[in-house]
C-alpha cells in the first residue's frame, strides 16, 4: 500500500496540515484472493483493520525515507553550533518522529473514519433505493391485486348477470309456455261451448220458426197498433209478418202503456190542471233538449227527469211518463235521423230514469212498435182487395203530408209491387220512401242505443237485442226499409253483441252475408243499392269490431254547460 504525503507536508517539515491519503494496496497485498501481486492492480476498498495497518506501515517507512534522506543530502551542511550529545539527538529525532507517526496516524484515522460515514451513507442510500424498489413493487404488487380482483369481481358480475338473464329467459319461456297452454285450453273451451250454443241456438231458431209456421197471424191491424184516424177507417185485415213471440211482446207492452194511459186520463182530461199540464210539458221539453253527448249532462238529465217522475200523484206521474217517451221518440225522428251519434246519450238519459221507473221501458216500446213497425219487428203484406193500399202504407209507416197541387198523386218511393195507393184527399198525398227510410233509421238507432247499453234494464240489453235480429231473420223479407233497419240496429249494437256472443254473432253475420244480401240484390230495387253497400262493407270490413262513434262520450264540455 502506498500513502502519499498529505497536503501541507513535506519531507523536511515536522508539523502535520489536514490528512488527505490516497490508499492503493501495499505491496503483499492483491485484489485476487489466491495471494498474486499485481502492480497495476486496481485500488480496492479494504477493512478498517486493514486500512489501520497499511497506513502505519506505510507512515513509519515514509518517514525513515524522509530522514535518510535528509541525512544524504549534499546540501546537508554541518552546523556551526556545537553538537549535542549524539544521544539526545537520537531521542530528540525519535520522539518527532513517533510525533510525526502519531498524526499521520491521526490522520489516517479520521480519513478512514471519514471513508466509514461515506460508506454508512452509501449503504443506507443503497438500502433507501432497496426500500423505494420493494415499495415500488408492492404498490405494483398491489395495484395488480387490486387489478386482478376487479377483473375477478367483473366477471363474477359478468357471470352472475349472464345466469340472471338466462334464468329470466328461462321463466319467461316457461311462463309463455304456459300462458300458450291456458290460452289453447281456453280456445278449446270457448269453441266447445260455442258449438253447444250455436246447437243450442239453432236448435232454438228451429223451434221458434216451426212455432211461427204453427202460428201463422193473420188479423186486423187494430190488433197490433194504436188505434188511429187512419187506422179506424181501415177495416180490410192484412197479412203480418212476424214472429209469434215478437207478436206476443208487442201485445203485452201495448197493455202496460192502455194501463199507463188510463191512469193519466184524469190528469189529460180535467181542464183545472191544464197550467199543471203545461208546467210538466215545458220541464220535459226543457230536459230533453238539453241532453247532450257527456257523461256530466247526460247524469244530470237523467236524475232531473227521474226527480220530475216522483212529483205528484199518479195521475200525474203518468201523464209527465208518457210524455216524456213522446218527446223521446220526438228526438228520434228530429236529432237522432239527422246526428245518429245522439242516439246514445237520448238512450243513456232514457235508461237511467227506466232504472227507477221500470214501467217506462214497456211504454216506451208500445210507442216505439206503434211509431215504427220493424222495432217489433214485424211488416205487412200488401191486400188483394181493392182500395186497400193505403191502410197498407199507413201499416208500413208511410205518412200523408200537404200536396202542392189539388191532383192526386201516386204513392212516391214505395216499395215495389206496392200499386196505387188508394183513395186519398186531392190536398194530401204520401211521403217519399227516403223519408220513411230516414224515420225507420232514427228509431232503430235509438233500440239499438238502448239495448247495447251497459245499463241494463228488462226488455232493453243485450238479450233482447239478440232476440230482436233473430226475430228480424226468420220474418222479415229484405226489401229497402227492412235492410235500413238491420244496418241501423247491428252499426249501433253489433259492437257490443260481438262481446257478448262472439262465435254466433259471427255465424248471425254469416248467415245475413249468404242468404239477407242475396236476396236483397235479386229484390231489383235500385234504392237499395247504398244500403245494400253499407251492409257488405260492415260485413267483410269487420266494422263490429270497433267501437260506434259517439259510443265512448267524455266526462264533460263546455258547450254543455253553455246549453245548460
Avoid at 278449446?188 to 241456438?201: D, F, G
Avoid at 256530466?296 to 227521474?306: I, S
Avoid at 240489453?461 to 241501423?488: C, G, K, M, Y
Wanted: charged fraction near 20%.
Amino acid at each position: 500500500m502506498a500513502v502519499s504525503a498529505p497536503s501541507g507536508w513535506s519531507d523536511d517539515e515536522g508539523d502535520v496540515s489536514t490528512a488527505s491519503f490516497l490508499v492503493s494496496a501495499p505491496s503483499g497485498f492483491s485484489d485476487s484472493d489466491n495471494g498474486e501481486d499485481t502492480a497495476t492492480s486496481r485500488p480496492r476498498r479494504l477493512s478498517h483493520q486493514q486500512a489501520t495497518t497499511s497506513c502505519a506501515v506505510e507512515a513509519h517507512r515514509a518517514s525513515s525515507a524522509s530522514l535518510a534522506r535528509r541525512r544524504s543530502s549534499p546540501f546537508n551542511v554541518p552546523s556551526s553550533r556545537p553538537r549535542r550529545q549524539s544521544g539526545s539527538s537520537a531521542g530528540a529525532v525519535q520522539a518527532q518522529q513517533q510525533t510525526e507517526l502519531g498524526t499521520a496516524l491521526q490522520q489516517v484515522a479520521n480519513f478512514l473514519s471519514g471513508l466509514q460515514m461515506i460508506d454508512d451513507d452509501e449503504d443506507r442510500e443503497r438500502r433507501n433505493i432497496q426500500a423505494s424498489i420493494q415499495q415500488t413493487r408492492e404498490q405494483w404488487a398491489g395495484a395488480e391485486a387490486v387489478a386482478a380482483a376487479a377483473r375477478q369481481a367483473e366477471e363474477q358480475r359478468q357471470h352472475e348477470e349472464q345466469q340472471r338473464k338466462a334464468e329470466e329467459q328461462r321463466v319467461t319461456a316457461q311462463r309463455e309456455m304456459a300462458r300458450i297452454e291456458a290460452e289453447n285450453k281456453r280456445q278449446k273451451a270457448q269453441q266447445e261451448r260455442e258449438k253447444l250454443a250455436a246447437q243450442k241456438a239453432q236448435q232454438e231458431a228451429d223451434a221458434a220458426k216451426e212455432a211461427a209456421t204453427q202460428h201463422e197471424v193473420t188479423s186486423p191491424a187494430t190488433l197490433l197498433l194504436s188505434p188511429t184516424a187512419d187506422m179506424q177507417a181501415a177495416t180490410t185485415p192484412h197479412t203480418v209478418k212476424a214472429a209469434f213471440s215478437a207478436i206476443a211482446l208487442a201485445e203485452e207492452c201495448k197493455a202496460t202503456l192502455d194501463k199507463m194511459q188510463g191512469l193519466a186520463n184524469p190528469m189529460q182530461t180535467d181542464e183545472s190542471r191544464k197550467a199543471e199540464r203545461r208546467k210538466v210539458d215545458k220541464a220535459i221539453t226543457l230536459h230533453v233538449n238539453q241532453i247532450s253527448a257527456t257523461e256530466e249532462q247526460v247524469r244530470a238529465k237523467g236524475e232531473a227527469l227521474t226527480q220530475l217522475l216522483t212529483q205528484g200523484d199518479a195521475a200525474r206521474r203518468s201523464y209527465a211518463l208518457l210524455r216524456l217517451c213522446d218527446r223521446v221518440l220526438g228526438q228520434c225522428e228530429a236529432q237522432v235521423a239527422l246526428t245518429h251519434t245522439f242516439c246514445f246519450p237520448l238512450a243513456e238519459v232514457t235508461l237511467a230514469v227506466a232504472a227507477n221507473h221500470p214501467d217506462l221501458a214497456p211504454c216506451l216500446l208500445a210507442k216505439l212498435h206503434a211509431a215504427c213497425s220493424l222495432t217489433t219487428p214485424r211488416s205487412w203484406l200488401p191486400s188483394r182487395v181493392p182500395n186497400s193500399h193505403g191502410s197498407y202504407l199507413t201499416l208500413m209507416g208511410y205518412r200523408q203530408v200537404d200536396s202542392p197541387s189539388a191532383s192526386s198523386s201516386k204513392a212516391s218511393g214505395a216499395s215495389k209491387g206496392s200499386g196505387s195507393p188508394g183513395a186519398q184527399s186531392p190536398s194530401k198525398k204520401w211521403e217519399p220512401t227516403d223519408q220513411v227510410a230516414g224515420r225507420t233509421r232514427g228509431y232503430l238507432l235509438y233500440l239499438g242505443a238502448l239495448m247495447q247499453s251497459d245499463r241494463a234494464v228488462k226488455g232493453l240489453n243485450l238479450e233482447a237485442a239478440w232476440q230482436w235480429i233473430a226475430r228480424f231473420l226468420n220474418s222479415q223479407p229484405p226489401n229497402r226499409l227492412t235492410a235500413v233497419a238491420l244496418d241501423a240496429f247491428l252499426g249501433i249494437a253489433g259492437y257490443r253483441m260481438h262481446q257478448q256472443y262472439r262465435g254466433q254473432f259471427l255465424k248471425l253475420l254469416k248467415y245475413i252475408d249468404a242468404a239477407f244480401l242475396p236476396a236483397l240484390s235479386q229484390s231489383g230495387d235500385a234504392d237499395a243499392r247504398s244500403v245494400h253497400a253499407r251492409l257488405h262493407t260492415y260485413l267483410h270490413g269487420s266494422m263490429w269490431l270497433s267501437a260506434p262513434q259517439g259510443r265512448n262520450m267524455p266526462q264533460s264540455d263546455v258547450s254543455s254547460y253553455d246549453r245548460a
